[in-house]
């Protein structure tokens, strides 16, 4: 295969080389990447499509799927199209530029995922501690307040990780060992000091999933407590089964993306081909089977799918009225 890559030793750019040590299986490792983000790409805007069509979802809940929806295509978007071009076209150069704001990207809406995760578990805990102030408490003008904040906190969080690596001298060497711009994984390509990035890097993951993980944490000790002091044994089960999509998505999302955050601090012990594949994993999975997962657990919404599914593949003039 042709090789389109500039020189390492060019001043304005980087050499992204994909997987390390596996150069030579990149077409395919690129299917099942390839497919992942494709069926993400389809489950979640198939979300975003029946939400936006339907009236009836137009609540709390299904206003939180789409911004969960929203936070996986844009984070699986922000790397899974240059990683792709390293497989398939062997495209590997980018720009400095390009590559910082590639890396600002990523960060804010990787840390904009967690903060839906966030308001997720809160609003399972009114709905299931507090659920006559439901209405009131969660309207859809305060979840639009919590997704905007939430995404200002990912900007200003996200922001002086490029800041920092802007000013830094980068060695004549640039060649990255990843499919994409990772934070650190950049500031290792750095010949200057780059102790303010690592500290900043992992504050950042101790602050961001540690603050997130005390949160869901509370907020499910209290749906616990609540939980246990309900007399009937079918209302017991319906307010946990309310949980449990939501709980799927937190064990997707926090132990693989804790683990890759600290694997490029402490790594000796690892293969960078297996961290790498590993943090590719972690933005193309939960993409996947998110839609899935709501849409088996969530009835509203899993009627509305299959009914614009009949409807397109059913004559003109039938409708469909699910069970």
Request: with cysteine; net charge positive; glycine share 6%.
């Amino acid at each position: 295969m042709a090789n389109f890559s500039f020189s390492p030793s060019d001043s304005s750019i980087f050499i992204l080389t994909g997987i390390p040590g596996l150069e030579a299986d990149h077409i395919w490792i690129s299917i099942p990447f390839s497919a992942f983000y494709i069926m993400g790409l389809l489950g979640n805007f198939t979300v975003l499509f029946v939400v936006g069509k339907e009236q009836t979802l137009h609540k709390p809940m299904y206003l939180l799927l789409c911004m969960l929806a929203l936070s996986d295509i844009t984070t699986s978007t922000s790397f899974v199209p240059k990683a792709l071009c390293i497989f398939w076209f062997n495209l590997k150069s980018i720009t400095v530029k390009s590559c910082l704001t590639q890396m600002f990207f990523f960060h804010t809406f990787s840390t904009m995922h967690s903060a839906v995760l966030v308001t997720m578990a809160f609003d399972r805990y009114v709905a299931i501690c507090n659920p006559l102030r439901y209405a009131t408490i969660l309207t859809n003008a305060r979840i639009a307040k919590l997704g905007l904040m939430g995404l200002i906190r990912a900007v200003l969080f996200a922001l002086p990780l490029s800041l920092l690596l802007r000013g830094q001298p980068f060695c004549a060497n640039r060649i990255i060992p990843h499919t994409y711009c990772d934070h650190m994984a950049v500031a290792k390509v750095s010949c200057g000091d780059i102790t303010a990035s690592r500290v900043y890097g992992l504050l950042m993951a101790f602050i961001i999933i540690g603050f997130d993980l005390t949160l869901i944490g509370l907020s499910y000790g209290m749906i616990i407590r609540t939980v246990l002091r309900i007399s009937s044994k079918e209302a017991n089960q319906k307010a946990l089964n309310t949980c449990t999509a939501h709980i799927c998505a937190l064990l997707m999302a926090y132990p693989l993306g804790l683990f890759s955050s600290l694997s490029h601090r402490f790594s000796q012990g690892i293969t960078p081909h297996v961290h790498i594949i590993l943090s590719n994993l972690n933005y193309l999975i939960p993409p996947m089977l998110n839609p899935i997962i709501y849409g088996i657990k969530t009835k509203d919404l899993r009627d509305k799918v299959v009914k614009y599914i009949c409807r397109m593949y059913s004559p003109r003039g039938t409708d469909f009225k699910p069970a």
